[in-house]
């Protein structure tokens, strides 16, 4: 019997069509909406946001079941599935909509994230150092409904076959056993 609740984190690693991608995937995790997060107007539209003026990022909220798969365990795979040491870029995204976040919902999160960052960089996995913000969750504006399940609905896409298939593989190669069936 499950006494715990559904918890939410919100992530930031570049284009959330790839992090949307991964963490809809993993065992736990019962919803991962991509959105916007972090910035300074209300209800930005995603052509003001992939301008970089308004100070969002492209992130997903992600709902998970903590008896299922810990914070941790979901930060290991956003660290194994970015590059956090690039500030404001992955890959070809390039801009402050495209940084590395933790968008903690509470100050347990905090503590866990930086204690993560801290270990991660001691395992010397990246040759430079981690930039991942770490900061307070703030409003959440969804995506429109063309940017959800992207790359379930356009794997044929250029973008989806370069970008996003490789951080599929890396996921199933490293976290096999967290997938879903």
Same mark, same amino acid.
């Given at each position: 019997?499950?006494?715990?609740?559904?918890?939410?984190?919100?992530?930031?690693? !570049?284009?959330?069509?790839?992090?949307? +991608?991964?963490? &809809?995937? *993993?065992? /736990?995790? $019962?919803?991962?909406?991509?959105?916007?997060? !972090?910035?300074?107007?209300?209800?930005? +539209?995603?052509? &003001?946001? *992939?301008? /970089?003026? $308004?100070?969002?990022?492209?992130?997903?909220?992600?709902?998970?079941?903590?008896?299922?798969?810990?914070? &941790?365990?979901?930060?290991?795979?956003?660290?194994?599935?970015?590059?956090?040491?690039?500030?404001?870029?992955?890959?070809?995204?390039?801009?402050?909509?495209?940084?590395?976040?933790?968008?903690?919902?509470?100050?347990?999160?905090?503590?866990?994230?930086?204690?993560?960052?801290?270990?991660?960089?001691?395992?010397?996995?990246?040759?430079?150092?981690?930039?991942?913000?770490?900061?307070?969750?703030?409003?959440?504006?969804?995506?429109?409904?063309?940017?959800?399940?992207?790359?379930?609905?356009?794997?044929?896409?250029?973008?989806?076959?370069?970008?996003?298939?490789?951080?599929?593989?890396?996921?199933?190669?490293?976290?096999?056993?967290?997938?879903?069936?």
């Amino acid at each position: 019997m499950k006494n715990q609740e559904i918890e939410t984190t919100t992530l930031a690693g !570049g284009c959330f069509w790839c992090t949307e +991608a991964v963490f &809809e995937r *993993i065992k /736990g995790v $019962t919803k991962a909406i991509p959105g916007f997060t !972090g910035g300074a107007i209300k209800n930005p +539209a995603y052509r &003001e946001i *992939i301008s /970089g003026r $308004t100070g969002h990022a492209e992130a997903i909220e992600i709902h998970f079941d903590p008896e299922i798969i810990s914070f &941790e365990e979901l930060l290991y795979i956003f660290f194994s599935t970015h590059d956090p040491t690039t500030l404001n870029r992955q890959q070809y995204d390039v801009g402050t909509q495209y940084r590395s976040a933790i968008f903690y919902h509470s100050e347990e999160q905090k503590q866990k994230a930086l204690e993560v960052i801290q270990n991660v960089e001691k395992e010397n996995i990246f040759s430079n150092k981690i930039v991942t913000e770490v900061t307070e969750a703030s409003a959440f504006y969804e995506a429109e409904a063309e940017h959800k399940e992207y790359y379930s609905k356009h794997r044929q896409q250029q973008y989806c076959q370069v970008i996003i298939d490789p951080k599929i593989k890396k996921l199933k190669e490293l976290f096999s056993e967290k997938l879903k069936k």
